[in-house]
């Protein structure tokens, strides 16, 4: 008996169908990045002073639309500020920093909300994006997937004149992520007289598997 591997990606030239579809699914969800940050003397007077910026930049979040269920912190920092090295080594002030992950469910939504949290004095740290039934579709990929390692396999063992037997191993290798950053200056954003446009482009999802069948006499 004799055992044969393949190791198909069915979103490489693979399948076409499934490549072509994939490639057009367009994003809509959209996650910006945000961070709220405050020198002061003492490290107390900076946390104070973010958290009231903090929360007038939520407050904004909320007042263009974005729920309270999708503003989250992700990150919160006191951090002394040290003098210049060419100085006497010393404290001069502390840094406090909010880091905040906003959900936007309308990407066309996304400029807007996001010149309004700028304006607020949040700083823009770049922006992301998925899509909302993300879990079906890779559903629906992993089992075209299979379809066409079994597929190609079958060709495989034609060609040398076999035919597959039993399944004795199937397993998905690690896929990419497709998120898509996109990064600009927070300065020109500040300076904006009006919103910046989002445009986010399509995400390709990808899915391989192993599989592994043996081969018998036709």
Do not use: C
């Not at 190791?7 to 969800?29: C, G, I």
């Not at 003098?83 to 404290?91: A, G, I, K, T, Y």
């Not at 079958?154 to 397993?171: N, R």
């Amino acid at each position: 008996m004799k055992i044969a591997t393949w190791n198909v990606n069915s979103v490489n030239a693979r399948l076409e169908t499934v490549l072509a579809w994939f490639r057009e699914a367009q994003p809509d969800v959209a996650w910006l990045s945000l961070t709220i940050r405050v020198q002061k003397p003492t490290a107390a007077e900076a946390s104070s002073e973010n958290a009231r910026r903090a929360t007038g930049a939520i407050a904004a979040l909320t007042a263009a639309g974005v729920e309270a269920r999708d503003i989250g912190t992700v990150g919160l920092a006191i951090d002394p500020v040290w003098s210049p090295q060419n100085s006497p080594r010393s404290v001069v002030a502390f840094e406090a920093t909010n880091r905040l992950s906003v959900r936007v469910r309308a990407i066309d939504r996304a400029g807007p909300i996001l010149a309004q949290a700028v304006t607020a004095g949040a700083e823009y740290d770049g922006v992301s994006f998925d899509l909302s039934d993300r879990d079906a579709r890779e559903d629906a990929l992993r089992g075209k997937a299979v379809e066409n390692a079994a597929h190609r396999a079958a060709l495989y063992a034609g060609g040398a004149a076999m035919k597959l037997g039993a399944l004795q191993s199937i397993h998905a290798d690690p896929s990419e992520s497709g998120f898509r950053p996109m990064f600009a200056k927070t300065a020109a954003l500040a300076s904006a007289s009006t919103p910046p446009p989002i445009e986010p482009g399509p995400i390709t999802l990808s899915e391989s598997v192993t599989g592994t069948w043996t081969l018998v006499a036709q």
